[in-house]
């Protein structure tokens, strides 16, 4: 039986996360070194991106119900980060703390805008405290990967993450624009997941949940992996053809998804 993580594990794992990504930039020879998975950003760009997005993510947690988020006046002071390491690591801890106080302030419940409004996921606080994880985690790879020593995502937050990715990231009521299909996803730590794509959108169950009425059919593609190795294939991080991942069917489904934009 696998872990239900609740909000206080998410807290945690945030924390652990900012912790190690604050490791890697702290190790790394020079701030101006290029990110390979973001090769338009420097070290510092990247720190100065993410942090900003912890930012935001805290003023939007702290607004609480809304139609909109809030004003960039409300998480930028306009300055941007410090450039001298010690000082951006230092910026960067107070990023996260502000996150995390927000959070805390606001309890698993309160209701946030989110901009996954149509997806499987919340509109609630607890819902921004589990989607931080495997974006703070995934960045912190980047990180390790710059400096020449990237290390798989922890089990914990590899395994919550990609839950996450597919309920929050990936489902949505958008019309899927091509032939439907059914691709399975596989960890090899036990747990699955089943995306059924049609034009009523994307939506998603775990493996042993189906959706009412759905036979017991097969995929049409599947990808199998740990689950670090899923989450960063999910995020681009790991090519479709990579030795890493398992596929199975057809691929022309995991390449129509990667181009597929539901906001356009």
């Known amino acids: 039986m696998h872990k239900i993580l609740t909000f206080s594990d998410h807290l945690r794992l945030i924390g652990e996360r900012a912790t190690a990504f604050r490791a890697a930039v702290a190790a ?15 070290l510092f760009d990247l720190v100065q991106h993410v942090g900003m ?12 119900p809304a139609d909109a988020p ?21 910026w960067w801890t107070e990023s996260v703390e502000r996150l995390t106080s927000a959070l805390r302030e606001a309890g698993p419940d309160r209701g946030c805008w989110t901009w996954w409004g149509d997806s499987q996921s919340p ?41 996450d990715c597919q309920f929050t990231l990936c489902s949505t009521d958008v019309a899927w624009p091509h032939e439907p299909a059914v691709v399975d996803y596989y960890a ?3 747990r699955s997941w089943r995306l059924r794509l049609s034009r009523d959108g994307a939506r998603v169950a775990r493996l042993g949940e189906p959706a009412v009425g ?30 890493k991942l398992e596929l199975d069917g057809d691929r022309r489904f995991f390449d129509q998804l990667i181009a597929w934009d539901p906001s356009v």
């Open 123 to 163: 509109q609630t606080s607890g819902a921004w405290a589990r989607r931080q994880v495997p974006e703070i985690a995934v960045h912190t790879y980047d990180v390790q990967l710059t400096v020449g020593n990237p290390e798989p995502l922890p089990d914990e937050v590899a395994l919550d993450g990609f839950d």
């Open 188 to 190: 090899t730590e036990g």
């Open 70 to 90: 809030p004003e960039k006046s409300a998480w930028e002071n306009g300055m941007g980060a410090p450039r001298e390491r010690e000082a951006l690591l230092a």
């Open 28 to 42: 790394a020879p020079s701030l101006d070194m290029q990110v390979p998975t973001h090769p338009e950003r420097t």
């Open 53 to 64: 997005g912890r930012r935001k993510s805290a003023a939007i947690v702290a607004a609480g």
């Open 214 to 243: 759905e036979a017991p059919d097969t995929a049409d593609a599947s990808a199998r992996g740990t689950a670090s190795d899923l989450v960063l294939f999910f995020y681009g991080r790991i090519p479709p053809d990579s030795l």
